[in-house]
């Protein structure tokens, strides 16, 4: 008897066995991949860290402004933001998947990887302040991933972009020299490396508040980036800049000939940028923009600069669309931006001109020798061959101006760098511009009832909802030592005070 249930028990084992392994088999999609290329992971990656010119970003940088209500309007009344985890999931799974294929510690995607982390975690933090960052991508080993001082961020960040510098120049020196899956650098790493340096002086400059903090090494960490060229190359022109290329019917041009008909009137340039433009008498003018109707029916011609107006982002909707309509205000050059679906420029991310004149304010903030007048000309030119001014006279000319040619490294010479910085990054960079004007105060970006907030232009954004409650305890701890316990957009983070 006992034999009979022991044969029973061991054949009811084996069917439950083999019942097992048939249900898991027929519950495994062979459709679904388990695992992907390293290459197609980065490819993934990348296209999240586009950001779009003549978007809502650009209307905040006050380059541009939507007059027709059903649009949108110019408003600043921000609320929840979100984080960057999937893609920087994504980017520990990049590195993952190549480790599988390859084991050298040093690879394209590990450096890449690293690059990638810091830009990110700095995209992150530059819009919410404190963040979860040293425990966010423990996955399963840390569901509530506590929130580091924005300080430690900086200091996490610094690191993986030396890191990843490191990584590049041993890459190199083996004869990598290329990546798969790249979409803005045609794969070559020795650009990557550049753009990586770049990217460093934009997060040192964004600390200019913060020299003071011996652990950053702000200032040693510049001079020694921009007096080693050998181990910390730099973008030597906009032909290497980080920036995103459109292909017709493929991703277009965001301004293009299938919606010209839809914005000719609903959209106008700002005063912030284009009087400013028009104060210096600056070539771009004609570039950028059309004259405004309404003054070439006075008699203006179209070389004047004072027939291009922008409007005030103060101003009411209601009123911006009423002068709009009546040709009071000038439109974005509607040849250039919306005449071919590949657009006139490529979306820059991390470009030459932003470099040039972050260089231009290091050197006059004295944190490296230097000479801050070269790079601030330097910068202007190259926003300028971006626009296809390469006449030398047009230029000269526009330099030698005293509001434009270089005062020296002093106050006066640094607010020429950062109004210049402002102008070169037109459409570019995402929130940089912003970023530079919450940081100094230039420009002077205007306010009113058609920019919301209760007359003032916020400072960050809210955290993502679902801190407050798939990570409760650590988000309120974040607000409280932050903001005083209320998540605000117009509190000040610690990089701004």
């Known amino acids: 008897m006992k034999k009979i249930k022991y044969v029973l028990w061991v054949s009811l084992f084996l069917v439950a066995a083999c019942s097992t392994d048939e249900f898991l088999e027929l519950n495994t999609d062979p459709n679904r991949p388990t695992s992907a290329p390293a290459s197609l992971i980065l490819n993934g990656v990348l296209v999240d860290l586009y950001e779009s010119p003549w978007s809502l970003t650009h209307r905040w940088n006050q380059y541009w402004l939507c007059n027709f209500n059903y649009y949108g309007n110019n408003e600043y009344n921000w609320t929840s933001g979100s984080f960057d985890y999937n893609t920087l999931k994504n980017s520990l799974k990049m590195t993952e998947e190549n480790a599988k294929a390859d084991p050298e510690p040093v690879s394209v995607y590990s450096a890449m990887g690293k690059f990638l982390r810091a830009y990110f975690g700095y995209r992150m933090t530059m819009k919410f302040g404190d963040i979860p960052f040293s425990e966010a991508l423990l996955g399963a080993e840390q569901t509530a991933p506590k929130y580091d001082p924005q300080k430690q961020v900086f200091i996490q960040i610094l690191n993986l972009l030396d890191e990843a510098n490191s990584e590049f120049s041993s890459l190199l020196a083996k004869g990598k020299?290329?990546?798969?899956?790249?979409?803005?650098?045609?794969?070559?790493?020795?650009?990557?490396?550049?753009?990586?340096?770049?990217?460093?002086?934009?997060?040192?400059?964004?600390?200019?508040?913060?020299?003071?903090?011996?652990d950053l090494k702000i200032k040693e960490r510049f001079s020694e980036l921009l007096n080693n060229p050998s181990k910390f190359p730099l973008l030597t022109g906009t032909h290497e800049d980080l920036s995103f290329k459109y292909i017709s019917n493929i991703n277009n041009y965001p301004l293009n000939p299938g919606n010209e008909g839809f914005d000719k009137r609903r959209y106008n340039l700002s005063a912030t940028h284009l009087n400013k433009l028009v104060e210096l008498?600056?070539?771009?003018?004609?570039?950028?923009?059309?004259?405004?109707?309404?003054?070439?029916?006075?008699?203006?011609?179209?070389?004047?600069?004072?027939?291009?107006?922008?409007?005030?982002?103060?101003?009411?909707?209601?009123?911006?669309?009423?002068?709009?309509?009546?040709?009071?205000?000038?439109?974005?050059?509607?040849?250039?931006?919306?005449?071919?679906?590949?657009?006139?420029?490529?979306?820059?991310?991390?470009?030459?001109?932003?470099?040039?004149?972050?260089?231009?304010?290091?050197?006059?903030?004295?944190?490296?020798?230097?000479?801050?007048?070269?790079?601030?000309?330097?910068?202007?030119?190259?926003?300028?061959?971006?626009?296809?001014?390469?006449?030398?006279?047009?230029?000269?000319?526009?330099?030698?101006?005293?509001?434009?040619?270089?005062?020296?490294?002093?106050?006066?010479?640094?607010?020429?760098?950062?109004?210049?910085?402002?102008?070169?990054?037109?459409?570019?960079?995402?929130?940089?511009?912003?970023?530079?004007?919450?940081?100094?105060g230039i420009p002077v970006f205007t306010i009113g009832i058609g920019t919301g907030n209760g007359g003032s232009i916020p400072l960050r954004f809210q955290y993502p909802v679902a801190e407050r409650t798939a990570n409760k305890a650590n988000y309120d701890a974040a607000v409280s030592s932050q903001y005083n316990g209320k998540d605000d957009i117009n509190a000040i983070m610690w990089i701004i005070k």
């Open 177 to 214: 020299k290329t990546i798969d899956g790249d979409i803005y650098l045609g794969g070559d790493i020795a650009k990557w490396q550049k753009v990586t340096n770049a990217f460093k002086l934009r997060v040192l400059i964004q600390l200019s508040k913060k020299t003071n903090e011996s």
């Open 281 to 440: 008498k600056d070539p771009r003018t004609f570039v950028i923009a059309d004259p405004a109707e309404a003054k070439i029916a006075a008699g203006k011609k179209a070389t004047d600069f004072d027939a291009y107006v922008g409007a005030d982002p103060g101003e009411s909707l209601d009123d911006m669309s009423f002068k709009m309509n009546k040709g009071e205000y000038s439109a974005s050059n509607q040849g250039r931006y919306y005449g071919s679906f590949s657009g006139p420029e490529n979306g820059v991310q991390v470009g030459y001109v932003e470099m040039a004149f972050n260089i231009a304010e290091g050197i006059n903030r004295g944190w490296a020798a230097g000479d801050a007048a070269a790079w601030y000309t330097n910068g202007i030119k190259a926003s300028m061959g971006i626009y296809g001014i390469s006449n030398n006279t047009v230029i000269t000319d526009y330099l030698l101006q005293s509001k434009v040619l270089y005062k020296g490294n002093n106050a006066e010479g640094l607010l020429q760098v950062l109004t210049q910085k402002y102008l070169g990054m037109f459409m570019q960079s995402g929130f940089e511009p912003f970023y530079n004007w919450r940081r100094t």
